[in-house]
C-alpha cells in the first residue's frame, strides 16, 4: 500500500460544476497537508495548506481534512475552464522537510 | 517575496554528454532546497535535498549527483546523461519552520 493514494483522473466537468478532489493515506503521523495546481508544462503551484484537521477556505476552493479517516478532500465551486489541471495533494509529519505527494488528478472542465 | 529560477527551460541532449541545471533561489536564506523529477503520467520522485551549504542527502542512487556551493544555489548533475534520464526537473525551496515546497518553473530534458 503506498503512503498516499490520489486517483489520476481524468476527471472531466462542465463548466460550473462542483469538483471533489481526494487523497487517502496510511501515516497517522501525517499533520500537515497541501494541494497544488500543476498546469501542462509548468512547476506545482500551491493552492492551499492546512495544519491537522478542519476545513480551510480560500475563494472557490476549499480544502478538508479528516484524520479520523484518513481522508483529505479539495473542493472547487463554480469550477471554470481555467481550474483544468492536474491537483496534488501533500502531506508531512513535521520536522522531515520532504512531503510524501500524492501522483496527482487531471482535471478537465469544458466550457 | 520569495522567488525560484531555473534554466535552462528546455534541454535536448545526446546520450553520453555532461548535464548541469542550475536553481536559484531570491528573497530568503537557508532555504532547504530539493530537486525532483516527474516522468510522464508519473508522480513526482525526489532525487536531492540539502538543508545548508555542502550538505546533500540522495533518496535515488542513480546517474545523477547533486551541489550545492552557495546558501541559494542548487546545481542537479550529470557526467553522462542516459536516455531514462529524460523527464521534467522541478526544483523547490522550502523554509521558515514550515512543511510547504514552493517549486520553481522546471526543466524539459531530453536525451537522445
Known amino acids: 500500500q503506498k503512503e498516499v493514494e490520489q486517483d489520476p483522473g481524468p476527471l472531466s466537468v462542465p463548466e460550473g460544476a462542483i469538483v471533489s478532489l481526494n487523497c487517502t493515506y496510511s501515516?497517522?503521523?501525517?499533520?500537515?497537508f497541501m494541494w497544488y495546481r500543476q498546469y501542462s508544462r509548468k512547476g506545482p503551484e500551491l493552492l492551499m495548506y492546512?495544519?491537522?484537521?478542519g476545513n480551510k477556505e480560500d475563494g472557490r476552493f476549499t480544502a478538508q481534512v479528516d484524520k479520523s479517516s484518513k481522508y483529505i478532500s479539495l473542493f472547487i465551486r463554480d469550477s471554470q475552464p481555467s481550474d483544468s489541471a492536474t491537483y496534488l495533494c501533500?502531506?508531512?509529519?513535521?520536522?522531515?522537510?520532504?512531503?510524501?505527494f500524492g501522483r496527482g488528478t487531471s482535471l478537465i472542465v469544458h466550457p | 517575496s520569495q522567488t525560484i529560477h531555473q534554466w535552462p527551460a528546455t534541454l535536448v541532449q545526446p546520450v553520453g554528454s555532461p548535464l548541469s541545471l542550475e536553481c536559484t533561489v531570491e528573497g530568503t536564506s537557508n532555504p532547504n532546497l530539493y530537486w525532483y523529477r516527474q516522468a510522464a503520467g508519473r508522480g513526482l520522485q525526489l532525487l536531492f535535498y540539502?538543508?545548508?551549504?555542502?550538505?546533500i542527502s540522495s533518496e535515488v542512487p542513480q546517474n545523477l549527483s547533486a551541489s550545492r556551493p552557495q546558501d541559494r544555489q542548487f546545481i542537479l548533475s550529470s557526467k553522462k546523461l542516459l536516455l531514462s534520464d529524460s523527464g521534467f526537473y522541478l526544483c523547490?525551496?522550502?523554509?521558515?519552520?514550515?512543511?510547504?515546497?514552493?517549486f520553481g518553473p522546471g526543466t524539459r530534458l531530453l536525451v537522445l
Open positions: 492546512t495544519y491537522s484537521s
Open positions: 501533500a502531506m508531512s509529519s513535521g520536522g522531515s522537510y520532504i512531503p510524501t
Open positions: 540539502s538543508v545548508g551549504i555542502g550538505q
Open positions: 523547490a525551496w522550502s523554509g521558515g519552520g514550515r512543511e510547504t515546497q514552493y
Open positions: 501515516n497517522s503521523a501525517f499533520q500537515y
